[in-house]
């Protein structure tokens, strides 16, 4: 059965960092693209990033450009977004899930099912 857990979330100021992570079992992870997604309250949820199975090809949403990195290690079976320059705005649960399709526009009923995310709240 596939797990996905996410950590790494938290309380932080206008301006700050946060490394996220998710890790996956249950599956063949090298064999997964892996996905960040977000929901604010009140909202649909939304993409983040996308990285392919290799961790060569990445993509992002365009609110993420520039702030937001999607890595993963393949050893360890997790995957990461580090977030910079944290806005307010950036405040949602966010969710990792995985796909063994390349999305090109990724949607969160692409996906089947999610685990609990992990919550960012950003103060101004």
């Known amino acids: 059965q596939v797990q996905l857990v996410e950590s790494g979330g938290g309380l932080v100021q206008a301006g700050g960092s946060l490394r996220l992570s998710c890790r996956v079992s249950g599956v063949t992870f090298t064999r997964r693209h892996m996905y960040w997604f977000r929901q604010a309250p009140g909202k649909e949820r939304e993409f983040v990033a996308q990285?392919?199975?290799?961790?060569?090809?990445?993509k992002y949403a365009d609110f993420a450009k520039g702030r937001f990195t999607i890595s993963r290690d393949n050893t360890m079976n997790v995957v990461y977004l580090e977030m910079t320059g944290l806005k307010p705005d950036d405040t949602a649960v966010y969710y990792c899930?995985?796909?063994?399709?390349?999305?090109?526009?990724?949607?969160?009923?692409?996906?089947?099912?999610w685990g609990q995310g992990t919550q960012v709240t950003v103060s101004s």
């Open positions: 899930n995985l796909h063994t399709l390349y999305l090109a526009t990724p949607e969160s009923a692409d996906f089947r099912s």
């Open positions: 990285i392919l199975t290799t961790g060569l090809d990445t």
